[in-house]
């Protein structure tokens, strides 16, 4: 009890005061590279995605969500191409319902290097709000021994009342993709996030949200008609947080072969990650024609396992796909 509340207090005081730097957290991110990188907007032909999060439910009462929607597509193609699209995610986290909404449209366009190889750079304007609800925090001086009392005087440098932050936000990336040979392809990416840094602070304390650098890549290798191996990576560096995420998923084509049109195959797909110091994670994904539906689960391995008994996050990924283009 002592460490969930331990817990607790530091999650929601670092959130109440500006000093967390939230921002979306997909285990299942090779799926979707767009929300990592507004570059790779087109270069799965027209797509609808969607990824939910829950994580943390064994130490709040109110898990921590994030939800996302999103679709991009090609707009206009000769040499190169067009991509665009619009992205929404919402993320809601513990007791103080502390949640953070993005609203933006990802522009792309990739200019063809070759038969087969593309780069792509990209801009993402975007809304961001950032919102929280006092009235549920509670604090060290409301515990009378059995209970939170949050009739008493928090005590603490924060408005009683709701508060909420509009700000203007900016991400740009370039992208690159490539099939290198018939069983091989590649695709590597670089992107910054939040580069116009806004004031994101709920109090007078100025706290300006940190820009985030992104490297991410995918690799597909066949080695049969059958089976594919697809290890990928994702690593960035925001202020002083950083991570690195890497794995690979083994893919089996129930139907087709790995040279068909992907609205052709039914694959299974099984796939173990590591996220350093942090979580060891699997999912298990599953296609068939146009459609994909993935679920994977975090088990945390970092100090926080103390308070979470190991149990991390679990997350779902649903996405329909339309050829488009000429590649």
């Known amino acids: 009890m002592e460490k969930r509340i331990v817990f607790l207090a530091f999650m929601v005081g670092a959130a109440a005061f500006g000093l967390a730097q939230q921002d979306k957290h ?29 994580q943390w439910g064994s130490v709040s009462d109110n898990p921590y969500t994030t939800t996302t929607v999103g679709a991009d597509m090609r707009v206009m193609e000769n040499e190169g191409f067009l991509g665009a ?6 993320d809601v986290a513990g007791d ?49 021994g059995t209970e939170f009392n949050t009739s008493l005087a928090n005590n603490e440098n924060i408005m009683a009342d709701n508060r909420t932050v509009n700000r203007f936000d900016m991400s740009a990336g ?18 910054l996030a939040h580069i116009t840094g806004q004031k994101v602070n709920f109090t007078e304390i100025d706290n300006s949200l940190y820009r985030k650098l ?25 202020g002083p ?50 459609f994909s539906a993935g679920v994977s689960y975090d088990l945390n391995t970092s100090g926080l396992s103390l308070a979470s008994n190991g149990n991390g996050g679990l997350e779902f990924f649903l996405r329909y796909r339309m050829k488009q283009g000429k590649d």
């Open 85 to 90: 699209g619009v992205y929404f995610m919402n």
């Open 214 to 238: 992104i490297f991410h890549g995918q690799f597909v290798y066949n080695t049969s008609k059958e089976f594919s191996l697809v290890p990928a990576f994702y690593t960035f560096f925001q």
């Open 26 to 54: 997909f285990s299942m991110f090779a799926e979707s590279p767009v929300y990592m990188n507004p570059a790779a907007a087109g270069f799965s032909g027209m797509q609808l995605f969607s990824n939910y999060r829950t």
């Open 174 to 191: 370039a992208y690159f993709n490539a099939e290198l040979s018939k069983n091989n392809r590649v695709s590597l990416g670089l992107s």
């Open 241 to 290: 947080n950083r991570e690195i995420t890497l794995g690979s998923n083994f893919r089996y084509l129930v139907k087709g072969t790995t040279s068909d049109d992907f609205s052709e195959q039914t694959a299974v797909s099984l796939g173990i990650y590591y996220r350093s110091g942090d979580a060891l994670i699997a999912n298990l994904m599953c296609d068939i024609k146009s």
């Open 96 to 144: 103080s319902r502390y949640k953070v909404n993005e609203v933006s449209v990802p522009v792309s366009y990739a200019v063809k290097l070759s038969k087969n190889q593309f780069l792509a750079f990209g801009l993402q304007p975007g809304w961001y709000q950032r919102s929280i609800q006092n009235e549920n925090t509670s604090w060290d001086n409301q515990w009378t």
